[in-house]
């Protein structure tokens, strides 16, 4: 047999780029797909969650008596019945799914309760009675690093610094990246600008809350069926957190209806789980939109300081930042990432970045989409905007200028290779879009942005079925089309039409290990792995083809669907199809499966650039976006219609975070919008059509050149908009969201100014 | 010798310099040799790293070929979303 | 407390349930009927996942009784295609790749409905206000709009 093993990106494909239907499409289209909510089981109770009023209260006594006596109640857990775990990573998972001493934010589970009707459940909640002694909070960045600031967590002293600190802190770590003397690049600068900046909290608005369905008996073995971007991830998770063997919980994914980095952890199913082993019946807990604010995701509100230095033909001298993130009641605030990414787009020979991350009385963050790249990438593009008009230079130009391309050492440190950094900017500069006129109170606002993309553990199977069509069993909870673009890549790989392979999700006892679909990983890594394994299952067809004919395997050769002789050397055979070689299956050895199994590297990072034209109304403050264009590197395009609406998703989500949404919390450290109401996520009305154009830089890493897709693009659009809305007002705005009260603010003060 | 790169919090508990020379070659003797050299560094390689071996990020994976002219990077432990 | 027996049709068919007065219409669909096509993204009927019509109206189930179903006329995502045959909407919804998770598309498709039966012309504007009641959070709205003017389009010719 003869495979094509090298890097294939100048490769010409026959599907890989096309546009088919996606394999799940008639089932979402009709109502039928089923999400984590849409399940039942015989028996089954309902299961709720008690959650704290407070922001941060020592938690007295829980007495549950009243509830447990009331007819329809079968199960109660509280903190008494989750064992503090001995892995420190599932540590403050266990503190945050069921409160332990103290509540540390509006909205912590304090109590759960499985009952056989929602009505019955309610009224037991109302009849737990907890006694708080309520404790002093904080709830912004800066505040909670103060000294003297309510502290969370006692013994938590600061990590990272370069003296041991004494004293208790809400700072848990402080991140440092950076390569040269930043001291001395300054002073090769020209032109200094230092600014300060902030960003409020946003939640990632999957539409589809939180929901399981957890079975599990006294014994220990259990099914739980749930919406999450990882059902390993899950499966790993509570089974340490309930003490059970890993093998013995199934996950099954469902459909899931958008996660956006949120549904990475677990909140309700170690509870589901905890109920449904007391009461020996399945339990199923479905989030209310109030809960998912209050206690699910969102990322970090940050506050930042950023200072970019260039000598007056406009190279970038010096950069420092320092970024202060809150990520919530828990350590891990994306921080580290931010720093990393913040100056990730630029040539840099002194550059600085310092992350703080910060314990708050809020939910514990979850990732966001390219956790941390957004906010800092919104500082530091404001900055070079800034920088790039008083240097007299065009944005674009500039950013080309003291872009990163191949060989650069990245602010982060590694050595970037073929990236697709200047390709946007150069095609940004000749779109229709940036030679278009605006009109009066109308601004236009570029920004660049980065993310790594990741790779990761990926286990895919792929069954030739005895009348030739495949089975294609991958571990990555679909997010946005994914079956569709492993569907393509193994029909490609294969020779196959496209309806020829089904793609499922298989559950947690189906296949080895899967890491979460995450970090734009799921087409990189599963993709990867769906081509290894066609190729595996290739390898095997020509073997049993060779059988037949009686030549050796390296004789044959597999094109277009067919294994065939290699060469006319190796004899005169007629070429077999997957049909007829899947037919004799039986005969020739046995079922043919291919299988890849892998820790993936080479996810190739990527970089986008986007243009977007706002107008501001002067008397209201109201930002209205008027036009959006979205330049991303995608590598190779599996299936460009999905690829398109990671680009076009991830700026809208990026136009809500800078013109709309944040939590608010009021003097009492309680979450005062927690709802679609008053978090308004972007709606149809507010927008333009999103225009897209996919460039296509090959990543090396891959067998078709993939680089991940969906992240980098709500790096550029926070900064991209406030330049837009900052040239449209004829202010710089530094504040996030740029909702009408603060934009008119800044107008009023430049003005009286 | 390998040259390897420690992100810039860790330069404390490498005695004050974040750029080392490493007779290493792969990911686990790497580990190996830092967490030897520089008990200090311990809780943070337990807390997990990410590796960039010449450009490429690695994670978890011991068997990683690193080249004596590699350079390699030894960052924070990253999470997506 | 004793429940109320209900009489009501649904996608043209005849249903009878019997729900408590304080269960929403949504909570009889998903729990009662098997009905799971309506989502519950909110509750509050700020995210639309949950339209239906009633007597040919658009409304949020989730802020509509199940007792005030008696006599009605009820439309869900259930009904929307006519055996195998798909409505357009459906057909240019899949065409378009106008979803992605895929958790908003039945709210979008009955509301689209409904916009397409009130005003079988529209431009992209009533589009968009058409269905700003409608949430969806992957897609941002980009494709959801073409797919419907498209559908449109082809129901006219029809």
């Known amino acids: ?753 | 010798m390998a040259k390897v790169i420690l992100w810039g919090s860790l330069k404390k508990a490498v005695g004050g310099k974040t750029e080392l020379e490493l007779d290493v070659s792969d990911v686990r003797e790497l580990l190996d040799a830092l967490g030897e050299r520089y008990p200090k560094l311990g809780p943070q390689l337990d807390a997990g790293v990410s590796v960039s071996i010449d450009g490429t990020m690695v994670r978890d994976n011991l068997f990683v070929a690193i080249k004596p002219d590699s350079e390699v990077y030894v960052l924070p432990r990253m999470a997506g979303g | ?158």
Request: hydrophobic share 40%; glycine share 10%; net charge neutral.
């Open chain 3, 1 to 158: 407390m004793s429940q109320i027996h209900v009489s009501t049709t649904i996608n043209g068919d005849q249903a009878e349930f019997l729900c408590d007065a304080d269960e929403t219409l949504l909570d009889v669909l998903r729990d009662r009927l098997g009905l799971t096509g309506s989502k519950e993204g909110c509750g509050t009927g700020d995210c639309g996942a949950c339209s239906v019509t009633v007597d040919g109206r658009l409304v949020c189930s989730c802020l509509m009784l199940g007792a005030e179903a008696e006599g009605r006329e009820i439309g869900t995502i259930e009904g929307l295609a006519n055996g195998d045959e798909l409505h357009p909407l459906q057909t240019k919804f899949l065409e378009h790749a106008a979803l992605q998770c895929g958790i908003c598309t039945p709210g979008f498709l009955v509301a689209a409905k409904s916009l397409l039966e009130h005003n079988p012309k529209p431009t992209e504007t009533e589009v968009r206000y058409w269905l700003a009641g409608n949430l969806c959070r992957c897609t941002g709205y980009d494709k959801i709009v073409r797919a419907v003017m498209d559908a449109a389009k082809e129901m006219r010719k029809a």
């Open chain 1, 1 to 753: 047999m003869s495979l094509q093993t090298e890097t294939e990106t100048k490769r010409s494909f026959n599907q890989i780029g096309t546009r088919p239907v996606r394999p799940d499409g008639i089932d979402k289209v009709t109502g039928r797909a089923r999400f984590g909510a849409d399940m039942e089981m015989p028996g089954m109770l309902h299961g709720l969650v008690l959650r704290s009023p407070h922001p941060h209260a020592k938690v007295k006594s829980i007495d549950i008596s009243r509830a447990a006596k009331l007819a329809g109640v079968k199960a109660i857990v509280t903190r008494d019945d989750f064992k503090m775990p001995k892995d420190k990573d599932l540590v403050d998972i266990c503190a945050n799914i069921m409160a332990r001493d103290k509540v540390l934010y509006d909205g912590h589970a304090v109590a759960a309760v499985a009952a056989t009707t929602k009505a019955i459940a309610r009224e037991a909640l109302k009849r737990i009675k907890v006694e708080y002694e309520i404790l002093p909070h904080v709830t912004d960045v800066d505040e909670a690093m103060k000294p003297g600031a309510p502290i969370l967590h006692k013994g938590m002293r600061t990590g990272g610094m370069d003296t041991k600190p004494r004293k208790d802190s809400n700072v848990v770590k402080r991140y440092k990246f950076g390569h040269g003397d930043v001291e001395k690049g300054f002073k090769q600068a020209d032109i200094v600008i230092e600014r300060s900046f902030k960003t409020a909290a946003t939640h990632q608005g999957y539409i589809e809350p939180h929901a399981c369905l957890a079975s599990i008996g006294p014994d220990g073995q259990g099914d739980l069926w749930v919406c999450t971007q990882g059902h390993y991830m899950v499966r790993n998770v509570c089974a340490g957190l309930l003490g059970l063997d890993v093998s013995q919980l199934r996950v099954t994914a469902s459909e899931i209806g958008g996660g956006f980095g949120g549904k990475t952890t677990v909140f309700i199913e170690p509870l589901a789980l905890a109920l449904s082993r007391k009461a020996n019946r399945p339990v199923k807990m479905v989030m209310s939109r109030d809960e998912v604010f209050r206690a699910t995701g969102p990322t970090s509100s940050t506050s930042m300081d950023v200072k970019i230095g260039a000598t007056k033909d406009g190279r970038i001298t010096a950069a420092h930042a320092e970024l202060r993130f809150q990520g919530g009641a828990f350590a891990g605030s994306p921080v580290s990432m931010g720093a990393m990414t913040a100056f990730a787009c630029y040539d840099l020979k002194n550059v600085q970045s310092i992350g703080y991350d910060v314990v708050t009385n809020r939910p514990k963050q979850a990732a966001y989409r390219a956790p941390g790249a957004p906010m800092a990438a919104f500082a530091v593009e404001s900055v070079i905007d800034e920088l790039a008009s008083k240097l007299g230079m065009d944005g674009l130009e500039f950013r080309i200028l003291n872009a990163a391309g191949e060989g650069t050492k990245s602010s982060y440190g590694p050595t970037f290779g073929p990236i697709g950094l200047k390709t946007t900017l150069e095609k940004a500069k000749s779109h229709a879009h940036n030679k278009a006129k605006l009109g009066k109170n109308q601004g236009r606002g570029i920004a660049c942005g980065f993310w790594f993309n990741f790779a990761g553990n990926t286990c895919v199977s792929l069954n030739l079925q005895l009348d030739g069509t495949i089975a294609l069993s991958v571990g990555t909870p679909d997010i946005g089309g994914s079956r569709a673009s492993m569907s393509l890549m193994a029909a490609e790989e294969l020779g196959v039409p496209y309806d020829k392979v089904r793609t499922i999700v298989a559950d947690t006892a189906s296949l080895g290990y899967n890491d979460v679909t995450d970090g734009s990983r799921t087409t990189f890594a599963a993709g990867l792995a769906t081509i290894e394994a066609a190729r595996d299952a290739i390898g095997k067809m020509c073997g049993r083809a060779a059988k037949v004919w009686g030549i050796p395997a390296d004789a044959v050769k597999w094109e277009n669907g067919y294994a065939k002789p290699a060469g006319p050397n190796a004899g005169a055979f007629k070429p077999m199809s997957m049909a007829e070689i899947a037919a004799i299956a039986h005969k020739t050895g046995g079922p043919i499966a291919g299988h890849y199994e892998i820790n993936a590297d080479g996810a190739g990072v990527s970089f986008a650039t986007h243009i977007v034209d706002s107008e501001v109304d002067p008397e209201t403050g109201r930002v209205t976006i008027l036009r959006y264009t979205v330049l991303q590197d995608a590598g190779k395009a599996i299936h460009p219609d999905y690829v398109e609406g990671q680009y076009q998703g991830g700026a809208v989500q990026g136009i809500g975070w800078a013109i709309n949404e944040e939590y608010i919390y009021g003097e009492d450290g309680r979450l005062q919008n927690a709802g679609f109401l008053d978090y308004r996520i972007p709606v149809a009305s507010d927008l333009p059509m999103i225009d897209t154009v996919i460039l296509e830089i090959p990543n090396p890493g891959h067998p078709y050149g993939v680089r991940g897709v969906g992240e980098t693009s709500i790096v550029p659009p926070l900064a991209a908009i406030a330049n837009s809305v900052s040239n449209a007002a004829g202010v710089r705005l530094t504040e996030l969201p740029m909702s009408p009260p603060k934009v008119l603010k800044a107008i009023g003060e430049h003005n009286r100014a």
